[in-house]
């Protein structure tokens, strides 16, 4: 009942006085944390580019009566998980009395050098062994981050006036395929392609820079989110605190527009199976970045950057006040992810392999503790419960934003901007939940890490049903217009 009168309402959505509000904040703690994202435990050393959470509130107004209400929040996080979300919903729910807190949507950029915000077994691949003394802990630093997430919400909130929006679609290599196949039809991430075996890369890339600008009813810019299909973890393995090539986007553009409290907004796009690395012309690439005297990181910034500035007197040229808006929140369940027999024999054989060992490391330790699952997983099958996914699609002007929980693979995020209604989409992973990869049934297929069991939640068939009811979703917001004859 309640997604059946949302949709009623959003079929009838019409031009109103568009409000919008934003803010920045650091989320930098001050002490040493563990960092997310790798199996081994890292504990920060310094800080090498703080960690931001940037926050955007948009209002629609018609005839003084609130059409719709939304605030995005961008994080320098690897996740956010569902525990997080709850936590801070629930913080800032007396904060905004009168604002609905399932319509706040917050997404990591996927920095694999960001804090530990969850140990809760449900939520996280790995269990790191964190000391006790001169680290903050988890639970700390999460406590930490919600306060500093409803600031910057609160803030965006309160700034809010008329204002207008416009969007631009730039281009920039960012993102790679890191999924390589063989002559025998196995995947491998990350590998030698130089290998005499090496056949290509599992899928595609996505080079689109897609840009939304806020202006000011002086047609300032205030703000600006920029959809990468990549993840941030350029630097990923690295034992100090930074936010990876968002960092240098942000900062080298605002200098290039000369405006340094420019609130930036970065999401990742579906890129489950993307990375920064290059996996090809890898000396090429190098040669050209030690030429402009760059880092690797300060290149990709560089690339997004340049690719948003080119944009900018477009954008400028096509700024809608007016522009229809509406956000509907829907509830998804998706089906389990399928064991397959070889997945849960080869199981089996791994978790006689790693109780043999005497003295388990950490990695150990998480590979028997996932093996495990799986083969409880197949053993069980009938028993699993769907996977729970709060899905978000917006509508503002000509534009669908579209978020999803996991680190879903690029041809999932093709099939919704293909088959959108709207003149450009935006596909935000990692937002409000943490559903792992969601794979292809080619990448299964290929096996290695990403399309394994231990990391999918939930399969191919539960990325057909999220792509279809997110189309649908879509199109519920984008109705036929009627024919004038």
């Not at 209002?59 to 690897?78: N, P």
């Not at 930036?264 to 993307?274: E, H, I, T, Y």
């Not at 829907?330 to 997945?343: G, H, S, T």
């Amino acid at each position: 009942m309640r997604l059946l009168l949302l949709l009623l309402v959003t079929n009838t959505l019409c031009a109103a006085e568009l409000r919008l509000g934003s803010a920045t904040v650091s989320i930098t703690p001050d002490k040493p944390v563990a960092l997310a994202g790798q199996f081994g435990t890292r504990i920060s050393q310094s800080v090498e580019a703080p960690i931001m959470a940037a926050a955007m509130a948009l209002e629609s107004v018609d005839g003084g009566k609130v059409v719709d209400q939304s605030i995005l929040i961008s994080c320098d996080l690897v996740a956010i998980h569902h525990s997080v979300l709850a936590q801070f919903r629930q913080h800032l729910k007396p904060l905004l009395p009168d604002f609905d807190v399932r319509k706040v949507i917050v997404s990591a950029t996927h920095t694999h050098t960001a804090p530990v915000t969850s140990e809760i077994p449900e939520e996280t691949l790995i269990t790191y062994s964190i000391p006790k003394d001169g680290v903050m802990q988890p639970e700390e630093y999460t406590k930490f981050l919600v306060e500093r997430l409803s600031q910057a919400a609160v803030q965006a909130w309160q700034n809010r006036k008329p204002g207008g929006v416009s969007w631009t679609l730039g281009f920039a290599q960012i993102g790679e395929n890191r999924r390589s196949v063989f002559a025998d039809g196995h995947a491998q991430m990350y590998a030698k392609t130089n290998d005499a075996r090496f056949r290509h890369l599992e899928a595609g890339s996505d080079s689109g820079i897609e840009t939304l600008f806020f202006w000011n009813a002086e047609k300032q810019l205030q703000a600006v989110a920029i959809n990468v299909a990549c993840p941030s973890q350029e630097v990923e393995s690295r034992s100090t605190l930074n936010a990876d090539f968002w960092h240098d986007a942000r900062e080298q553009l605002k200098a290039r527009l000369n405006l340094p409290d420019l609130t930036v907004l970065g999401w990742c796009s579906a890129a489950g199976d993307q990375s920064p690395h290059p996996q090809y012309r890898k000396d090429a690439e190098a040669r050209m970045i030690k030429l402009r005297g760059l880092t690797r990181q300060q290149e990709l910034g560089r690339r997004i950057s340049n690719a948003v500035y080119d944009t900018v007197d477009a954008a400028k040229a096509d700024i809608r006040t007016d522009a229809p808006f509406g956000h509907i929140v829907q509830d998804l369940a998706l089906p389990p992810r399928k064991i397959l027999e070889r997945e849960y024999e080869d199981a089996k054989k791994n978790i006689a392999q790693y109780s043999v060992i005497e003295k388990p490391d950490n990695r150990v330790i998480t590979m028997l503790k996932l093996e495990k699952g799986i083969v409880k997983r197949f053993e069980e099958a009938d028993k699993l419960p769907p996977y729970e996914m709060e899905l978000h699609v917006l509508r503002l002007g000509d534009i669908a934003i579209t978020t999803n929980t996991f680190e879903l693979y690029l041809d999932w995020g093709i099939q919704m901007k293909a088959r959108s209604p709207a003149q450009q989409t935006f596909v935000l992973q990692l937002t409000d939940g943490c559903g792992m990869y969601l794979p292809t049934a080619l990448a299964i297929e290929g096996g290695s890490y990403s399309g394994l069991p231990h990391v999918n939640i939930v399969g191919p068939e539960g990325g057909q049903i999220l792509v279809d009811q997110t189309v649908r979703a879509m199109h519920s917001l984008f109705p036929p217009q009627p024919v004038v004859k």
